[in-house]
């Protein structure tokens, strides 16, 4: 098993000595470093339909559901019925926590006619009745809402003052954790009177706003006595299970890191990449349109659903139906991955909602199918829902969700211009692979090249190769270089063939050779056979010469012999040979 490399340890954090409330709401504890001061008042301001009254009853239903702390609700707008049934779509069951005894929602009535101005004012009875609503409950927390109804029929700004700062006395002597909300004021003001914002010790404003025809949603964190929080504005969103909150700037780089590799489906790119990517990384694939982005990214897909890992393929531009059949023709079928459970498909127009509901619906995404890889293909398309800087964000953020996950994520993005190095999602500084396509044009016809740009952590191939989509999958061709440089299509073709025709002609001239060789030895042996049986001649004939040559040496010896024997016989010897004779 593939080693997994932890974060470095970080000197500790130099923490408030402010108690904190947690809200529950995810991303908001996160940005305010635990949640609300504990025992005392924040003011939630905001236009109409900026989820004040949401952001009080969240506050309420966590706290009683995960922290043990019951809370009261003071509505002076709304019915306790109408409450209830308004966030029952977010899985909030007020009326259960009603009956549990975990919760009082007590609708107050106020009725500006009732209400005399003149001489002395006090709330002396909503504090009673706060109080024996606090006691029924054993509360921690409480919500009032809205503010300005409660004080709305007073015209003097001194009793509004000097009553409100009594309230918050009131509650701060209580140790109650309040959230307080409010309508937003005059231009300047956060809220009607101008007051409430002094007197809080934390003051958050929510924002409803119109751009483009698309609505978002921020938050900012305007004051926050005795602690750290972040400053920005923070997008949020209204989900099936509440809010929602991302906070960008408060995320920390402290996620682990894996040293195993994982393919990306076609081996010549993961030979590229020294044996491929690491898991958990982030893999950027840029390229103008029709240079086989999706094609890529569903060939990594592929390859680990074959591991049997489960994957994530996100569509910005295709329906998965759609995905499915176009990769069918090159081989890739996704079908059967979604059939066995392996692979979620899932697609929707960018522009269908703002980038905080794209958000959310990513993370539920991730959360649902705990993919070891995902894809999100076109993640250009969210320029066209927001500004440059937000849809960098958003993009930024999708990358840490992934990242804290241990997700192996794939993201497409669309290149207008094909000779600039950048993607019309401004992201390639936060990702650990980034790979550019082009198409390049000669000899009348259209090509695929594939650059990797930069793969951290790992040695990487600095060449350009060709990009083959085939009925078989994705493929990448050796370099081919020529006298114009890299060839590419019918002039790599014909490279090839003059390749093929000069070795051809070598290959010819080499049997040509062999066969000249093959004769001339032929010749050579035929001659030094000659040659040997010549001097095997000769050598006989010697032979024949020396044995006559002995025997004529043996017969003068033997004459020697007689001659010899004859001169020692003497005269008679020889006067018997004569007479014989």
């Not at 209830?84 to 107050?108: C, H, M, P, Q, W």
């Not at 929510?206 to 005795?226: C, P, W």
């Not at 980038?355 to 959310?360: D, F, I, P, V, Y």
């Amino acid at each position: 098993m593939a080693a997994t490399i932890h974060p470095p340890r970080t000197a500790p954090s130099t923490r408030s000595a402010l108690v904190k409330a947690p809200t529950g709401i995810r991303g908001f504890d996160e940005l305010t470093g635990g949640g609300l001061p504990h025992g005392r008042a924040t003011l939630v301001t905001g236009g109409p339909g900026s989820c004040k009254t949401l952001f009080g009853l969240e506050f309420l239903v966590r706290g009683a559901e995960e922290f043990d702390e019951p809370g009261v609700l003071l509505a002076f707008e709304e019915s306790a019925t109408d409450l209830t049934e308004n966030v029952a779509s977010l899985g909030f069951d007020l009326a259960g926590l009603e009956a549990d005894g975990r919760l009082v929602i007590d609708a107050v009535r106020i009725d500006a006619s009732e209400i005399v101005t003149t001489g002395e004012f006090d709330l002396d009875g909503l504090f009673i009745r706060l109080a024996a609503a606090v006691q029924s409950v054993g509360a921690r927390r409480v919500v009032l809402d809205t503010i300005e109804v409660l004080f709305g029929a007073l015209g003097d700004e001194a009793i509004v003052r000097n009553e409100f700062s009594r309230l918050l006395r009131w509650l701060k002597d209580h140790e109650l954790t309040t959230v307080i909300t409010g309508e937003r004021g005059p231009e300047g003001q956060l809220t009607r009177f101008g007051i409430e914002e002094y007197a809080s010790d934390c003051v958050l404003v929510l924002d409803h706003r119109m751009r483009d025809e698309i609505a978002t949603r921020r938050l900012r964190v305007v004051k926050y006595r005795g602690s750290a929080h972040g400053t920005n504005e923070y997008p949020f969103l209204v989900t099936d299970r509440g809010l929602r909150v991302w906070p960008i700037t408060s995320t920390a780089l402290t996620y682990a890191v894996s040293t195993e590799r994982v393919s990306l489906g076609v081996p010549q790119l993961d030979e590229m990449l020294g044996g491929g990517v690491y898991r958990g990384s982030t893999v950027l694939i840029t390229g103008t349109a029709g240079t086989g982005k999706t094609t890529l990214a569903a060939s990594a897909v592929d390859a680990a659903c074959a591991r049997g890992e489960s994957a994530l393929f996100v569509s910005f531009e295709e329906s998965p139906d759609q995905i499915i059949r176009n990769l069918r023709s090159v081989g890739i079928d996704l079908g059967r991955w979604v059939d066995d459970g392996l692979l979620r498909l899932w697609g929707e127009r960018a522009t269908a909602f703002g980038l905080e509901a794209h958000l959310s619906a990513i993370e539920r995404l991730l959360e649902e199918s705990e993919p070891a890889v995902a894809v999100l293909d076109a993640v250009g398309s969210l320029s066209n829902v927001g500004a440059e800087a937000e849809v960098t964000s958003a993009v930024v953020r999708e990358v840490d969700m992934m990242k804290s996950r241990g997700v192996t994520a794939i993201l497409t993005s669309l290149n207008h211009d094909a000779q600039r190095e950048s993607s019309s999602v401004a992201v390639s500084s936060v990702v650990d692979t980034w790979l550019l396509l082009r198409n390049v044009e000669s000899d009348g016809e259209r090509n695929r090249l594939l650059f990797v740009m930069k793969s951290r952590g790992t040695a990487h191939s600095n060449q350009v190769r060709e990009f083959l989509l085939t009925d078989h999958g994705a493929e990448l061709l050796d370099v081919t270089v020529g006298a114009r440089g890299v060839l590419t299509g019918s002039a790599r073709l014909a490279q090839a063939a003059e390749e093929r025709a000069a070795a051809a002609d070598r290959s010819a001239e080499l049997e040509r050779r062999r066969l000249a060789l093959e004769r001339r030895t032929a010749e050579v042996d035929a001659q030094v056979a000659a040659l040997h049986a010549q001097l095997a001649t000769e050598s006989a004939e010697l032979d024949r010469l020396a044995a006559e040559e002995t025997r004529g040496a043996d017969a003068r010896a033997a004459d020697r012999e007689r001659l010899a024997r004859r001169r020692e016989s003497g005269p008679a010897d020889g006067r018997s040979e004569a007479r014989d004779g």
